[in-house]
């Protein structure tokens, strides 16, 4: 674990049992999300998510009616202090950092009392916290879903699990979390290996501490053999790429590739023609790939383009044309009110 020896810890007082906690690189302790605790059960029905998405657009014209000063005295004053709104604030113009994002994961409830104020929870209670929330939930199961018929069907392929801009790797966790929780005997004596590609090594290394919480005595993945590796590269790194591609299919492994809140939502077209088109070339033939697309459609036009993050606003459509492009299509599909999120099959 990397920590300056000045660094100031800054523990949780009020765990919750049954998770797991591990230090951030600034000290501070938070839960390994676990999808399947109750602390971090989500299931809205889709009258909550309308009334959610209802409460969004009002609060957006509201603050639109305000003159522009006006409008950033508020802001500046109602947001001081907030740690979710220093790190949505730093993704102006680019994105969101692995460790920003994955605070706003943790959701209102499970934010420690002693770093985060009353408006970080607030935040964390907003639409589009919650959609990231969700966002999480729905790549962890369709990442696991498409899994689980391929180690059924081979016990002997050993598992690895590409990450593209992984920040910490909680999709891909999380999906291992969901398997050995359903189906522990179908990675119970499997190596698996996991490669978060990302130029931030920040969220990377938390995502190797959790990990390792995650396999300790009585967490749920104790006991199995699972290695966390932080390549310190983008998706636009297309030698680097082919070459773990190509390593792990001659090594005859079980493929799968994630990207929740990455590739498919910040990655120019070209880009993921090119990553797809790789995966494509380089895997194999049941490779499993999911992700998340922007959705631009009805309110979620206005919603995600008040977003000051640099995402690419493409749209299904648009995205299902470049997955057949590379040899794609989409295979199943989950509606948030801010993005679709996909699990993806060759043809």
Known sequence: MRHAKSLTVVPEKHKKPGLCYVLADDGIELPVIDITHPAFALEPS??????????????????????????????ALSLKGSRLAAGIRSSAGTYLSGMSTYLLKLGPDNLGRCYAKRVDRRIAASLPCLSVQLRLKDTARLLADGLKP????????????????????????????????????LIAARQVSIDVLDRDEVGPAFGGRALLALRAEAAPLHGLSVALRPVALDWSDGGRLRELLEAATSARAIIAVASEGGLFEYGSDEEIEACLALV??????????????????????????????????????????????????????????????LALARG
């Open 150 to 185: 391929l180690l059924a069907r081979d016990s002997a392929r050993p598992l690895y699990l590409l990450n593209l801009g992984g920040g910490c790797a909680s999709d891909t966790l999380n999906a291992l979390v969901l398997l050995s929780r359903e189906e522990r005997k």
């Open 280 to 341: 494509a070339r380089y895997g194999p033939e049941d490779v499993v790939v999911v992700g998340s697309v922007t959705r631009i459609d009805g309110a979620a036009s206005l919603l995600n383009r008040a977003s000051q993050a640099a995402m690419v606003h493409r749209g299904l459509p648009s995205f299902e044309e470049l997955a057949r492009r590379s040899g794609f299509r989409v295979h199943r599909r989950i509606d948030r009110p801010l993005s679709h999120n």
């Open 46 to 75: 889709e009258e909550e998510l309308r009334r959610e998405v209802e409460r969004a657009l009002s609060e957006l014209e509201r603050v639109g009616r305000m003159p522009p000063l006006a409008r950033r005295l508020l802001l």
